[in-house]
C-alpha cells in the first residue's frame, strides 16, 4: 500500500464534513451515510493508488477544484443511496448535481491558466463524471426504467472489456466531443431527476443522451479495433521489456542485458 499522499485525506475531511451537514440539514439515515462513508474511504484509497502511480506527491489547483466536485458527487450518492429507503429532498440533491456539473467546466480552464494540466488531472476528472452519471441513473431509474442504467453502466463495461480485450487499451485520439456528450448526460439526467418536465419528453431526453454516448463509444471502439495490431505489438514488446528487466521466465536479467 503506497503511503498516504494530503491531498486523498483532505479530500477524506472534506467528504466527511460536508455529510455531517448534508445530514444535518436534510437527514440521511443509516443507507445515506453507509454510501456516504463507502464513497469517501474508497475515494481517499484509489486517489493514494494513483497519485503513487503517477509520481505526484501533492494536488495542482486544478485537481483541488476536482477534489471538491468528488466531494460533492459524494454527496449525491450519499441521497441517492437514502432514496432507496425513503423520501430526500429532490431540491437538494439537483442543487448539489448542478454545482457539480458546473464546477466541471472550472478544473478544466484552472489547469490551462496556471500550466497544470496533466493526465492524472484529467483521468481524475473524467472518472469523477464517470461515477456521479452512473449514480444520477441509479436515482432516475426507479421512475424511467432501468434502461437507463445503461447509461451509468457503459463506462464501466468498457473498463471491464478492456481487461478481457487488450486491444482496447490503445491510445485515443484527443476528441472534445467525448467531454460534450459527458455533459450532456450530467444535463440530462439532472433533468430528469428534477422531474419538472413531462414523462414523455425525459423519456426521449434521456433516450437520445444514451444514443449519443452509445456512439461516442461506439466511434472509438470502431477506431481502436483498426488500430489493434499496432496496439497488439506495442503490448508484447512492454511484456518483453518487463521479462528482460526482472528476469522472468523467456527473459534476460537486467544486469545481465
Known sequence: MPPVRPGPVIGLILQFAMLALLSAAVGLGPAGWAAGIAYALGSCVLLTRAMHTAGLVAFGPADLVTLTRAALVGCVTALTAASFAGDVPVPVLVGITVVALVLDAVDGKVARRTATASAFGARFDMEVDAFLILVLSCYVFPAAGSWVLAIGAMR???????????????????????????????????????????????????????????ESFGRDVVYLWRHRAATTGAIRRAAAQTRVMTGAPGGVRGDRA
Open 156 to 214: 464501466y463495461v468498457y473498463v471491464v472489456a478492456t481487461w478481457l480485450l487488450p486491444w482496447l487499451r490503445g491510445q485515443l485520439f484527443p476528441r472534445y466531443w467525448r467531454k460534450v456528450v459527458a455533459a450532456i448526460q450530467g444535463i440530462v439526467l439532472a433533468t430528469a431527476a428534477a422531474d419538472a418536465l413531462p414523462r414523455p419528453v425525459v423519456v426521449v431526453a434521456l433516450g437520445g443522451a444514451l444514443a449519443l454516448l452509445t
